[in-house]
Nanobody, 114 residues
Framework: QVQFVESGGGLVQPGGSLGLSCAAS????????MGWYRQAPGKQRELVAV???????NYADSVKGRFTISRDNAKNTVYLQMNSLKPEDTAVYYC????????WGQGTQVTVSS
């Protein structure tokens, strides 16, 4: 069984910042990728950022230069620092951890609105 603790979502004004964190625990082995996806109302879930083996990162073009992904392997935790937020960043953000299997967090709402 795998458990996730996600935190950091909320309401922020355009141009503001938020930090997300996702801690995974339980039967996850050989973790090599940790990432964040998001899903806005009426849209498909999309990749936001992923860290592969702690050495390679990929970002969606829409967030490059504004979002930063990081991870703490000792804590099985992945972070997402989001700066210069825009209304179009509004979505439910899900963490994803890939090891022996692919696991998803429960999601946290991020709303960017004035």
């Amino acid at each position: 069984q795998v458990q996730f603790v996600e935190s950091g979502g909320g309401l922020v004004q355009p141009g503001g910042s938020l930090g997300l964190s996702c801690a995974a625990s339980g039967s996850i082995f050989n973790i090599y990728a940790m990432g964040w996806y998001r899903q806005a109302p009426g849209k498909q879930r999309e990749l936001v950022a992923v860290d592969i083996n702690g050495g390679s990162t990929n970002y969606a073009d829409s967030v490059k230069g504004r979002f930063t992904i990081s991870r703490d392997n000792a804590k099985n935790t992945v972070y997402l620092q989001m700066n210069s937020l825009k209304p179009e960043d509004t979505a439910v953000y899900y963490c994803n951890v890939v090891g022996n299997l692919s696991y998803w967090g429960q999601g946290t709402q991020v709303t960017v609105s004035s």
